[in-house]
């Protein structure tokens, strides 16, 4: 017999407990003793062994006492053993909560059967306790990512794999496609649930205070690492983070110690690592705009969070339930859904993705406040406002992609004049170009 479960055996007779042991793991166990039942709670914590035999006469605590002593405070199975037993005491040790009980002297072959039958019977009672935990998980994170389209599920699945794991992940999708929701279920079902999630929209921060809000310095002590020890940090818009602050990420990433800017005190922040990016981060590596070895350290698993169009069949069901939530905020009764309103849902191409149906939802119920409106009313609204900008970052966006539009076009795709012109660095100049998605051909042939 060869196994891996672990004994822990409690006789007060020297001689018997090492003939025990030495039977024990010539069976294949592995096995701990002790003289008497003083220290067994200890035990139980440091060993975690599977199975108990343990004598019932003993000085001190008796095994029939130590089987009451341990009710309630560990399900590790209990096989007693006395060269006094009758049939009387056995029934009423295993109506107390023994495993089974056994007489001296024992068949060893009966002996081993019986504390590996118990066990296999713990180790699969405690896989099953922690298949229900998991189960239960799966239900909060049904709730979180709705849908039963094949794609989420998957996705569903394989954040539930990479619950138990502290390894990097990075999430791929489109825009509003919801990276976020699943970075938070990553650290929400994790080990370090109980620690700050720290989310950083690396575009929203200006390039000349990047590192500074995230290593700290004198006058910002609490850098974003330091709020982030104990929890997960969200790198959200990868290719926005400037090439400088890209290689000291990386050196924190492998060693987790970083020293403030304007600071020698080297600091320590234990965190797990989520990043972002849409389909434009291959583009940033060709360009340059972002190191290769700060982007494979940071993919050592890559999720992809699937566009809406993709998953369409679940177009109906987040789309009611956007209107509940919404119903519940403003106080209102959520509309009916129509079959007008399905045909306009499922026949749109939601460029915005998840978000876009949640705005759309929102404007629905405003709508049914005053007793008109429609999906497709909403979404003409939505059609509407496309050309207004929803963020200061959106519009500053823009900005910036005519600004260098037009300087690529007055300086004939000339990078240096182009740089100098806008009064930034060349190498800022690619990186923004990356950002924005802007094309030089398509530029200077004016396509754009």
Request: glycine share 8%.
């Given at each position: 017999?060869?196994?891996?479960?672990?004994?822990?055996?409690?006789?007060?007779?020297?001689?018997?407990?090492?003939?025990?042991?030495?039977?024990?793991?010539?069976?294949?166990?592995?096995?701990?003793?002790?003289?008497?039942?003083?220290?067994?709670?200890?035990?139980?914590?440091?060993?975690?062994?599977?199975?108990?035999?343990?004598?019932?006469?003993?000085?001190?605590?008796?095994?029939?006492?130590?089987?009451?002593?341990?009710?309630?405070?560990?399900?590790?199975?209990?096989?007693?053993?006395?060269?006094?037993?009758?049939?009387?005491?056995?029934?009423?040790?295993?109506?107390?909560g023994a495993y089974s009980f056994v007489e001296k002297?024992?068949?060893?072959?009966?002996?081993?059967?019986?504390?590996?039958?118990?066990?296999?019977?713990?180790?699969?009672?405690?896989?099953?306790?922690?298949?229900?935990?998991?189960?239960?998980?799966?239900?909060?994170?049904?709730?979180?990512?709705l849908g039963a389209t094949k794609n989420i599920v998957?996705?569903?699945?394989?954040?539930?794999?990479?619950?138990?794991?502290?390894?990097?992940?990075?999430?791929?999708?489109?825009?509003?496609?919801?990276?976020?929701?699943?970075?938070?279920?990553?650290?929400?079902?994790?080990?370090?649930?109980?620690?700050?999630?720290?989310?950083?929209?690396?575009?929203?921060?200006?390039?000349?205070?990047?590192?500074?809000?995230?290593?700290?310095?004198?006058?910002?002590?609490?850098?974003?690492?330091?709020?982030?020890?104990?929890?997960?940090?969200?790198?959200?818009?990868?290719?926005?983070?400037?090439?400088?602050?890209?290689?000291?990420?990386?050196?924190?990433?492998?060693?987790?110690?970083?020293?403030?800017?304007?600071?020698?005190?080297?600091?320590?922040?234990?965190?797990?690592?989520?990043?972002?990016?849409?389909?434009?981060?291959?583009?940033?590596?060709?360009?340059?705009?972002?190191?290769?070895?700060?982007?494979?350290?940071?993919?050592?698993?890559?999720?992809?969070?699937?566009?809406?169009?993709?998953?369409?069949?679940?177009?109906?069901?987040?789309?009611?339930?956007?209107?509940?939530?919404?119903?519940?905020?403003?106080?209102?009764?959520?509309?009916?859904?129509?079959?007008?309103?399905?045909?306009?849902?499922?026949?749109?191409?939601?460029?915005?993705?998840?978000?876009?149906?949640?705005?759309?939802?929102?404007?629905?119920?405003?709508?049914?406040?005053?007793?008109?409106?429609?999906?497709?009313?909403?979404?003409?609204?939505?059609?509407?406002?496309?050309?207004?900008?929803?963020?200061?970052?959106?519009?500053?966006?823009?900005?910036?992609?005519?600004?260098?539009?037009?300087?690529?076009?007055?300086?004939?795709?000339?990078?240096?004049?182009v740089a100098e012109a806008l009064g930034i660095g060349?190498?800022?100049?690619?990186?923004?170009?990356?950002?924005?998605?802007?094309?030089?051909?398509?530029?200077?042939?004016?396509?754009?």
């Amino acid at each position: 017999m060869v196994n891996d479960y672990r004994v822990l055996v409690i006789d007060d007779d020297r001689g018997l407990r090492d003939s025990l042991c030495d039977l024990l793991e010539s069976g294949g166990f592995d096995v701990e003793a002790l003289p008497r039942a003083s220290g067994v709670l200890e035990k139980l914590a440091s060993y975690g062994p599977d199975v108990i035999l343990c004598d019932v006469r003993m000085p001190g605590v008796t095994g029939i006492e130590l089987l009451e002593m341990l009710q309630g405070k560990t399900s590790v199975p209990m096989v007693l053993m006395s060269a006094h037993g009758d049939i009387s005491m056995a029934v009423s040790a295993m109506q107390d909560g023994a495993y089974s009980f056994v007489e001296k002297p024992f068949d060893p072959r009966h002996l081993l059967k019986l504390l590996e039958d118990a066990a296999t019977l713990y180790r699969l009672s405690r896989d099953s306790e922690r298949l229900k935990a998991r189960l239960a998980d799966l239900t909060g994170l049904d709730r979180v990512l709705l849908g039963a389209t094949k794609n989420i599920v998957s996705l569903r699945e394989e954040i539930l794999d990479l619950s138990e794991s502290d390894a990097n992940v990075m999430l791929r999708g489109e825009t509003g496609s919801g990276k976020e929701l699943v970075a938070r279920a990553l650290h929400d079902l994790g080990a370090r649930a109980g620690g700050p999630f720290v989310p950083i929209n690396c575009a929203a921060i200006p390039l000349m205070t990047f590192e500074e809000t995230l290593f700290g310095s004198p006058d910002m002590p609490d850098g974003l690492l330091a709020q982030a020890d104990g929890g997960t940090l969200f790198l959200d818009e990868l290719g926005a983070i400037p090439t400088e602050a890209q290689a000291a990420l990386l050196r924190v990433i492998e060693t987790r110690h970083y020293t403030p800017v304007g600071s020698t005190q080297v600091r320590q922040s234990g965190f797990r690592v989520v990043s972002a990016g849409n389909e434009k981060l291959e583009d940033a590596l060709k360009a340059g705009a972002l190191r290769e070895d700060f982007f494979f350290r940071l993919n050592t698993v890559v999720l992809t969070i699937p566009a809406l169009r993709e998953r369409r069949d679940d177009i109906p069901l987040l789309y009611a339930n956007f209107l509940d939530q919404f119903a519940v905020i403003y106080e209102i009764t959520s509309p009916g859904i129509t079959s007008d309103d399905l045909a306009t849902l499922l026949a749109h191409p939601w460029p915005g993705n998840v978000r876009e149906l949640r705005s759309v939802a929102e404007r629905r119920i405003l709508a049914a406040r005053r007793g008109v409106g429609s999906v497709a009313s909403a979404l003409q609204l939505d059609s509407r406002d496309d050309d207004v900008p929803d963020t200061l970052r959106e519009a500053v966006a823009g900005f910036e992609r005519q600004l260098i539009a037009r300087a690529l076009t007055t300086h004939q795709g000339r990078m240096d004049a182009v740089a100098e012109a806008l009064g930034i660095g060349r190498r800022t100049l690619n990186e923004k170009i990356v950002k924005l998605g802007l094309n030089k051909d398509e530029v200077l042939q004016g396509e754009v």
